[in-house]
């Protein structure tokens, strides 16, 4: 079964009494108002992920995510943190592969196989970002950049392990930058992506994994783009830092 799931990304935003603000706020609105099947995630910086289990009330449709994990599982690797660290505090979910951790920490396909399956031995389950620059959506194989992305990162993967990621379809062009992907563009992407996961799993994975759009989705534009076939739900920086406008996304995905 398909799931909803509205993941915030928090990035590097916010100190220790604003964050743990926020997480009890979008608690407290999401017990109170929303009623719909969707997993909601947070994933705050790394320092506040073991006060903000405290927080999060286990076994309900709010879950913990990190936003990176190293590749090895322990070791000498000065300021990094292991998947078996982020299992050991209770988080359940791992964002792998965003943009500005391939752009900024020059993350490859290779490296991002290795994180997805130190993930995956751990339990936790990776949201596995994906996308194309704006040069590249204007001026090349945009769909097959992507493809490959998927292949050599995740295809390595066993049809039962493949089945437990999921996947964020994040173009570049429209992250941070208040330029959204059209629902057609994002609907468009994620029928391509679906497709190639059925080449290689075959229809019935393919038709079961979740596939998020990450990139300036907010309270105005969450409702169009998640009411698309092939949408399920976002991974959302800016607009998962207010409470109530992180709340009308997650509403927008019931
Ligand atoms: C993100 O960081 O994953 C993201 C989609 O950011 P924003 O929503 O701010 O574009």
Same mark, same amino acid.
């Given at each position: 079964?398909?799931?909803?799931?509205?993941?915030?990304?928090?990035?590097?935003?916010?100190?220790?009494?604003?964050?743990?603000?926020?997480?009890?706020?979008?608690?407290?609105?999401?017990?109170?108002?929303?009623?719909?099947?969707?997993?909601?995630?947070?994933?705050?910086?790394?320092?506040?992920?073991?006060?903000?289990?405290?927080?999060?009330?286990?076994?309900?449709?709010?879950?913990?995510?990190?936003?990176?994990?190293?590749?090895?599982?322990?070791?000498?690797?000065?300021?990094?943190?292991?998947?078996?660290?982020?299992?050991?505090?209770?988080?359940?979910?791992?964002?792998?592969?965003?943009?500005?951790?391939?752009?900024?920490?020059?993350?490859?396909?290779?490296?991002?196989?290795?994180?997805?399956?130190?993930?995956?031995?751990?339990?936790?389950?990776?949201?596995?970002?994906?996308?194309?620059?704006?040069?590249?959506? #204007?001026?090349?194989?945009?769909?097959?950049?992507?493809?490959?992305?998927?292949?050599?990162?995740?295809?390595?993967?066993?049809?039962?392990?493949?089945?437990?990621?999921?996947?964020?379809? #994040?173009?570049?062009?429209?992250?941070?930058?208040?330029?959204?992907?059209?629902?057609?563009?994002?609907?468009?992407?994620?029928?391509?992506?679906?497709?190639?996961? =059925?080449?290689?799993?075959?229809?019935?994975?393919?038709?079961?994994?979740?596939?998020?759009?990450?990139?300036? =989705?907010?309270?105005?534009?969450?409702?169009?783009?998640? =009411?698309?076939?092939?949408?399920?739900?976002?991974?959302?920086?800016? =607009?998962?830092?207010?409470?109530?406008?992180?709340?009308?996304?997650?509403?927008?995905?019931?």
């Amino acid at each position: 079964m398909r799931k909803k799931i509205v993941a915030g990304n928090w990035k590097m935003n916010k100190t220790t009494d604003e964050a743990m603000a926020l997480v009890s706020e979008v608690v407290d609105k999401v017990n109170a108002e929303v009623t719909g099947d969707v997993t909601v995630v947070l994933c705050p910086p790394a320092v506040y992920l073991a006060t903000a289990r405290q927080a999060i009330p286990s076994g309900g449709s709010i879950a913990l995510g990190a936003q990176n994990c190293h590749e090895k599982a322990s070791g000498a690797y000065t300021g990094e943190i292991s998947a078996p660290m982020l299992q050991s505090i209770g988080v359940d979910y791992v964002i792998l592969g965003h943009s500005e951790r391939r752009e900024y920490f020059g993350e490859t396909n290779a490296q991002l196989a290795a994180k997805v399956n130190i993930a995956l031995e751990n339990g936790l389950t990776p949201i596995f970002c994906c996308g194309e620059s704006r040069d590249l959506r #204007e001026n090349g194989d945009y769909i097959g950049f992507v493809k490959n992305q998927i292949t050599e990162s995740l295809f390595h993967l066993s049809a039962e392990s493949f089945a437990k990621v999921v996947i964020a379809y #994040e173009p570049i062009w429209a992250i941070g930058t208040g330029l959204t992907a059209s629902a057609a563009q994002a609907q468009d992407m994620h029928f391509e992506l679906r497709q190639h996961i =059925a080449s290689q799993y075959g229809d019935s994975i393919a038709q079961d994994i979740s596939i998020l759009y990450g990139g300036s =989705a907010n309270a105005q534009n969450a409702a169009e783009l998640f =009411a698309q076939t092939d949408v399920d739900g976002g991974l959302i920086g800016g =607009a998962s830092l207010k409470a109530p406008d992180f709340i009308t996304v997650i509403k927008a995905a019931q």
